[in-house]
Each structure stands twice: as C-alpha cells, then as structure tokens.
C-alpha cells in the first residue's frame, strides 16, 4: 500500500503565498512522477503542476509563472509554492503519484486539501 498525505491547505487573501506539502509512504519502488492537481466543485480535476523523477516539470496554463512545484527525492515529498494567488485559484487540491511497484505502474491521490483565496 501506498499513502499520500497532503498538508499546506488553508485560507489566502488575494495576493497572497501558500505552499503545499505532500509526502508519500509505503511500499514503493521507484516514484516516476507526483503533481498537484485541483478541482471545483461541478468542473473537471485539472492539472496544476507535475515534477517528473528526471527533475522535467509542466504546469497548467492558468499558474505558469505562479506556481513552482520542485521535489525532494530523498524524501519522496512534493511541494507546490503557489505565489500572487487569485480567487479563481480556490479549489480542493490534490497531490498525486505514479509508483512503480513490483514491475507494475500505480497511479495513487492523496484526500486533497482546500485552498481558498479571499477577493
């Protein structure tokens, strides 16, 4: 079993800086890659940002030059700085991995953590 646990979540005013945090456990092989991804209720999840094990990221189009994911290997954590926030960008967030275990690729979610931005 794999776990994701996401911390960071919270309240901003617009303008405003948060960083989420997002650490996996368990029985892992290799992570091949984690992200963040986020959804609004009623809409779609959408991609935020992925960090490949390369070091490779993407990002949406709606937080390029906001957002900066980077990640700590040794650690098997993923952040998300999340810089001049705007209301559009409140949503529950969720981090996600693609594990490698026992030759096979998984795709795991954390329980995703509310970031709201007041106007």
């Known amino acids: 079993q794999v776990q994701l646990v996401e911390s960071g979540g919270g309240l901003v005013q617009a303008g405003g800086s948060l960083r989420l945090s997002c650490a996996a456990s368990g029985s892992i092989d290799v992570i091949n890659a984690m992200g963040w991804y986020r959804q609004v209720s009623g809409n779609q999840r959408e991609l935020v940002a992925l960090i490949r094990s390369g070091g490779s990221a993407n990002y949406g189009d709606s937080v390029k030059g906001r957002f900066t994911i980077s990640s700590d290997n040794a650690k098997n954590t993923v952040l998300l700085q999340m810089n001049s926030l705007k209301p559009e960008d409140t949503a529950v967030y969720y981090c996600?991995?693609?594990?490698?275990?026992?030759?096979?690729?998984?795709?795991?979610w954390g329980e995703g953590t509310q970031v709201t931005v007041s106007s």
């Open positions: 996600s991995a693609n594990i490698g275990r026992r030759g096979y690729n998984f795709q795991y």
